[in-house]
């Protein structure tokens, strides 16, 4: 009652009103700081990670190779069926699919382009989220088996679209008695897709699966398998089973061992986010004692009394103390509510940030995804809510000790 009495108090009565709004302010916009921050990282994780497994396996099992009848090393899969059906048998595998792989170069209108060629059937290829669900797809997917898809990066450089016709030169050709020509298609463009990632939109085109294979020399084989699978946060308990399914020579590389050191990049910048708007959060605590040590000062007489009457050093403790916890408790709860606000509306905020910018505040050449986003995580709230609960109590002892041991003959002396 007493704490409650000078928190409200108007500063002609002695109170500090003001400096208690001061300081519940300033823990508001630190707390919703750091709620924003993390939301806005968490967000760019799992558009960059969803990115990765909407278009790439999780899993990607290969062969070490092994030495043929002419002593020449051979890698692949000859019976690639056989063994898509075992690794598909795998608890937990959701899609197993053979791939040839090759790097081409694509002309068209005058441009070239480099890209990765993907062969697979029609069927696996309706398969990939990113690549089947794309909004921004052009073309019809059920007419990939009659040419080829490409990424819209690709599609741009080129100027192509659906119908127009491409041309893949690969050096890797006919060898011949006077060296190795190379091989050169052409094919009609019949999908265009954009998988969220612009790297992979510029650099990934698709043929059927037998087409790849002729294209490529690999007739009979398959070069790898991609494998989905319903747990990719936790691909690696996947992995040993997957050797097995996959035969003598099989080796496996999973969404995490592409991009590991990315992921761990981002988690080290993660904590360092928290880390730094942790201290923002404890700067605006130490506000707390500004308007405590003032508060202390005022109310000497009101100590002195309030001892002489019977209270105990304790009880002036918990009057001081309740004072700075219930500033931090206000300011926490209106910087997670503002946070919250913030993160669930993020995207509405972005564009009219972007639109009032001129646009281009988000470049996507330079960046791994095409849109930021916020995802709130409770852990987040609840990480940034305990912090500055703790460091609004901590910083409140300190004041609420020194009135608590205030002599009341020194605060009477005068009075």
């Known amino acids: 009652m007493i704490a409650w009495r000078y928190l409200r108090a108007r500063r002609a009565e002695g109170g500090v009103s003001v400096m208690t709004w001061i300081s519940v302010i300033g823990i508001t916009l630190a707390v919703f700081a750091l709620i924003a921050t993390m939301a806005v990282r968490a967000g760019f994780r799992s558009e960059f990670v969803n990115t990765i497994l909407g278009a790439n396996a999780h899993v990607t099992v290969y062969s070490s190779g092994q030495m043929d009848a002419q002593g020449q090393m051979s890698r692949g899969f000859a019976d690639y069926d056989a063994v898509a059906a075992q690794l598909a048998a795998v608890p937990g595998v959701t899609r197993a699919a053979p791939v040839v792989r090759g790097q081409v170069m694509i002309s068209a209108n005058g441009q070239n382009s480099g890209a990765e060629i993907f062969g697979m059937k029609p069927e696996d290829v309706a398969t990939i989220p990113s690549i089947a669900g794309g909004g921004d797809d052009m073309g019809d997917l059920a007419q990939f088996p009659n040419g080829i898809a490409l990424g819209a990066g690709i599609a741009r450089d080129l100027n192509v679209g659906v119908g127009d016709k491409v041309r893949l030169i690969s050096a890797d050709g006919v060898k011949t008695a006077f060296g190795t020509s190379p091989r050169v298609n052409a094919y009609t463009v019949t999908y265009v897709f954009t998988t969220g990632s612009p790297d992979i939109d510029r650099t990934r085109a698709y043929l059927p699966f037998a087409e790849a294979q002729a294209y490529f020399n690999a007739e009979g084989r398959a070069d790898e398998f991609e494998v989905m699978v319903e747990d990719p946060e936790n691909v690696e308990k996947y992995g040993d089973t997957l050797l097995a399914a996959g035969g003598q020579n099989a080796m496996v590389w999973t969404w995490k061992d592409g ?76 910087g997670i509510v503002l946070g919250c606000l913030f993160a669930l509306n993020f995207t509405a905020i972005f564009d009219w940030i972007n639109w009032v910018a001129g646009g281009g505040v988000w470049d996507p050449s330079v960046r791994p995804i095409y849109h930021l986003s916020a995802k709130l995580q409770w852990h987040d709230v609840m990480s940034a809510a305990i912090l500055s609960l703790i460091l609004s109590f901590a910083v409140t002892i300190f004041p609420a000790r020194r009135a608590a041991r205030m002599n009341p003959v020194e605060a009477l002396r005068y009075e």
């Open 259 to 334: 991009a590991g050191n990315y992921l761990r990049a981002l988690t080290v910048e993660d904590n360092m986010m928290f880390i730094l708007m942790s201290i923002l959060v404890l700067i605006a605590s130490m506000n707390i004692i500004s308007g405590l040590v003032m508060l202390v000062k005022n109310k000497g007489r009101d100590i002195g009394i309030l001892r002489t009457m019977g209270l105990t050093e304790g009880a002036i403790l918990r009057v001081f103390f309740l004072c700075g916890a219930v500033t931090g408790l206000a300011g926490t709860i209106m």
